[in-house]
């Protein structure tokens, strides 16, 4: 069993993956800021005796915050282009600046695995199909941008004693407690299920690489425990060749399950990224194979949403949204607060 610190603990994939390596034994600290609150944990996980729960800035981090653990995953910073794209410096601070600082303080703590999240969308707009590891980045983002280069960082201070893996993941859906619903099966299938209809914009014949929630953790899971022959400055496209989709696709997918659903073509889309991506070396090399397909994601957000899992108005699960309020309270705290305070 493995003594493991998560950053980004508290977020879509974090909460998901502290919950599976609880229940295989492992001892975690969820490292988060906690913008969502420490509720998306659950208070069960929150009172397991092998967590704890470390409220802090990947920024602020130091080398005594990460002594003594076996391995630190980086699932931490703003997520999603367009988050990412509302302050540029503030994705270049958290993202990039933050995600080093992590890395390097893991390093000087002495850890041995230090396993990055990164992302399938660094390849962007897509020169060709099936893009593989060695494909050309393409970011289209600040969000994408600062991945390539964070990982461009982390290459260049990996060595004998810091094994480093970088995870690139598909678009991810599915069930977490931290749920997000802006992401494209996840938005589509509230969409359906909610108003009826789906706005698929420029065409859908945009390509995304999909992958279940769940089987991002498997392949974290996986590269952890690997040889570190396998994985040493090593890095892995996470997901299937079989949910490579284009977005019109994704959204006939929902209509399947959701048959009242209007499939409604907007023509232009600001968002230009398309990426076909393959997947035959985490396959090949970790013996990888999701368990999940898109269905899979579709049918269970329609059953939590049926049954009340999932509360279709919190705020909290359009992430944009989220952050632009908390960026309001702020500038509103800046603005009228005296000695940290307003009354």
């Known amino acids: 069993m493995k003594n493991i610190m998560i950053a980004g603990a508290g977020g879509y994939i974090g909460t998901v993956m502290v919950e599976q390596f609880l229940a295989a034994g492992h001892s975690v ?14 208070t069960e996980i929150i009172n397991n005796q092998r967590f704890t729960l470390l409220k802090k800035d990947i920024r602020e981090v130091t080398s005594d915050d990460l002594k003594g653990f076996d391995v630190v995953i980086d699932l931490a910073g703003l997520s999603n282009d367009p988050t990412c794209d509302l302050k540029p410096n503030l994705t270049y601070s958290i993202n990039f600046k933050g995600g080093v600082n992590l890395a390097e303080s893991a390093q000087k703590a002495g850890v041995s695995r230090f396993i990055y999240s990164s992302s399938c969308s660094v390849y962007g707009l897509g020169a060709s199909t099936s893009l593989t590891e060695a494909s050309e980045p393409n970011p289209q983002s600040y969000y994408a ?3 390539v280069d964070v990982e461009n960082r982390l290459r260049e201070i990996a060595d004998d004693k810091f094994c480093v893996t970088l995870l690139r993941n598909a678009t991810v859906y599915g069930l977490s407690k931290r749920m997000r619903f802006d992401l494209v099966i996840n938005i589509m299938t509230l969409k359906a299920w909610k108003d009826k209809r789906i706005f698929v914009l420029g065409g859908g014949k945009q390509w995304r690489p999909l992958v279940h929630v769940k089987d991002v953790v498997k392949a974290f899971e996986l590269a952890m425990n690997a040889p570190q022959t396998k994985v040493a400055s090593q890095v892995f496209n996470v997901g299937s060749n079989e949910q490579n989709y284009q977005v019109f696709q ?3 997918l929902v209509k399947e399950l959701l048959p009242q659903t209007e499939v409604i073509q907007v023509p232009d889309d600001p968002d230009k990224r398309t990426y076909n991506v393959n997947f035959d070396k985490i396959k090949k090399e970790l013996n990888y194979q999701a368990d999940f397909n898109a269905r899979d994601g579709i049918r269970e957000i329609i059953e939590a949403l049926n049954y009340g899992v999932l509360d279709p108005e919190d705020s909290r699960t359009r992430t944009i949204e989220h952050y632009k309020f908390l960026l309001k309270v702020e500038d509103t705290m800046a603005e009228l607060a005296k000695n940290g305070r307003i009354f």
């Open 29 to 42: 600290t969820g490292l988060d800021r906690y913008y969502f609150g420490t509720d998306t944990l659950g």
């Open 250 to 252: 994704i959204a006939n």
């Open 145 to 147: 941008k600062g991945k």
